[in-house]
């Protein structure tokens, strides 16, 4: 995983609340193994609509989602991560997020930024009106900030999941900050008890 400590770009509006896991990707895409290709997906059922906001060519290259409340609710799919950010998002803002989405999030490195609904409402408001509008997540300090707006806020992170973004840890990199003790815990082991080989 990429260490992530600020996040700088324009936003897209998805001024929609319950946004579920089968909507961000729906079930036809999950045939794959892999993590990559997934963007083609992304709300694909959406992208029917020549209006749907991703069809819009004022928000192309955007890598920050701006959502109503709830976001990720449905399956536990980390699909929906993989899609957003194959398709280009390095976050995403809402008022409210399912925790497993959030969790799931924080494993592959998509950061998940909650603030209040008044400053989501404002925020697609104004990327709305000026969809070059820049907006800055600091990740190290925990604040979200767009000077166009007046925007100056804080979310909440708590500090292992912030370390894993700064860091870069997924999980394989967590268990080899470990990995000293581990192989010490394998020259003790008994012989009888299982290896794996390979």
Same mark, same amino acid.
């Given at each position: ?37 997934? #963007?083609? #997906?992304?709300?694909?059922?959406? !992208?029917?609509?020549? &209006? +749907? ?7 192309? #290259? ?34 409210? +997020?399912? &925790? ?21 409402? !404002? ?36 500090? +292992? ?8 840890? &997924?999980?394989?990199?967590? /268990? ?10 394998? /020259? ?9 080989? #390979?």
């Amino acid at each position: 995983m990429e260490a992530i400590s600020i996040i700088e770009g324009r936003g897209v509006p998805l001024d929609r609340s319950d946004v579920d896991t089968d909507q961000i990707i729906p079930s036809d895409w999950l045939k794959k193994v892999e993590r990559t290709g997934f #963007g083609k #997906g992304l709300f694909s059922e959406w !992208k029917d609509d020549r &209006d +749907f906001v991703l069809n819009k060519d004022e928000f192309a #290259g955007a890598t920050i989602l701006v959502s109503g409340p709830n976001f990720g609710t449905g399956s536990s799919r980390e699909h929906a991560v993989w899609a957003l950010m194959d398709y280009g998002f390095k976050a995403v803002i809402s008022s409210r +997020f399912a &925790d497993i989405f959030k969790n799931n999030c924080s494993k592959s490195g998509l950061v998940p930024v909650q603030v209040e609904e008044s400053t989501v409402r !404002k925020l697609m408001d104004g990327i709305e009106s000026d969809p070059s509008l820049i907006i800055l997540i600091d990740v190290e300090r925990l604040a979200l900030s767009v000077p166009q707006l007046d925007i100056e806020v804080s979310f909440i992170m708590d500090r +292992f999941t912030q370390e894993r973004y700064v860091k870069g840890l &997924d999980d394989i990199g967590i /268990t080899l900050k470990h990995s000293d003790e581990i192989s010490t815990y394998e /020259t003790r082991r008994q012989s009888w008890m299982p290896v794996l080989s #390979g």
